[in-house]
């Protein structure tokens, strides 16, 4: 069945008759399109961490009470990866960015030489997303600004994200539409902007997507 993936954000993730902590975030590949990991929210208000769910132990999501059942225990749980272990790719880039402009701020040139040229240089899977940081990101077709990300649709039978919600440019009514996340060609995470593979024509005559 297909649901938002904003609306997972929060729900308490159960094991047997057990609360092991809520979800934070879900990273997907952007090539598989599968949910490679669930972040989950550990801990409570004055100590919390974030650790990695693989997406082969997500198991049904009740709408009613907002539980993701899973199949790990609360033992289990508590010994996967921290989520810095496997890090989508704008985190690899804000890492790097980070260290970088702290290194300038120290830098002695010798003979007048130039601060070095930064390059980012992939640290970690090169396709692996956050829906979270996605979300508002600018959309554009052939150069032109055509709308924002308004949300992802999962799959939660599959754990797959075979569609993204577009709020359309106002000059494009506005409204939201559901498009095949195909169509997404370049992700610029520097920019927080998609590039789409199709036309402003297309975004604009797609029927609105009512949840």
């Known amino acids: 069945m297909l649901r938002s993936a904003k609306s997972l954000f929060g729900y308490n993730l159960h094991e047997s008759d057990s609360l092991l902590g809520t979800v934070y975030d879900l990273y997907f590949d952007d090539k598989r399109r599968n949910v490679r990991h669930v972040v989950a929210e550990l801990g409570n208000i ?21 539980m993701l059942f899973i199949h790990q225990s609360g033992e289990e749980l508590g010994h996967d990866p921290s989520s810095d272990a496997d890090k989508p790719v704008h985190q690899q880039f804000q890492d790097q960015a980070k260290e970088y402009y702290q290194w300038v701020a120290h830098w002695t040139p010798f003979s007048g030489a130039p601060i070095p040229k930064w390059e980012f240089v992939f640290t970690g899977d090169s396709h692996l997303r956050s829906v979270r940081h996605l979300l508002g990101y600018t959309l554009k077709a052939h150069g032109e600004t055509v709308g ?35 169509h997404i060609q370049d992700y610029d995470w520097e920019n927080r902007t998609l590039t789409l593979s199709c036309d402003k024509t297309l975004i604009a005559d797609a029927p609105e997507y009512i949840a």
Do not use: C, S, Y
């Not at 004055?46 to 907002?66: E, S, Y």
């Open 46 to 66: 004055f100590r919390k961490r974030k650790v990695l769910i693989a997406g082969n132990l997500l198991g049904m999501v009740d709408p009613v009470t907002h």
């Open 148 to 182: 924002e990300v308004e949300d992802f649709l999962v799959d939660t039978d599959q754990w797959i994200l075979p569609h993204f919600l577009v709020r359309r440019a106002p000059a494009l009514g506005g409204k939201v539409a559901a498009f095949p996340i195909d």
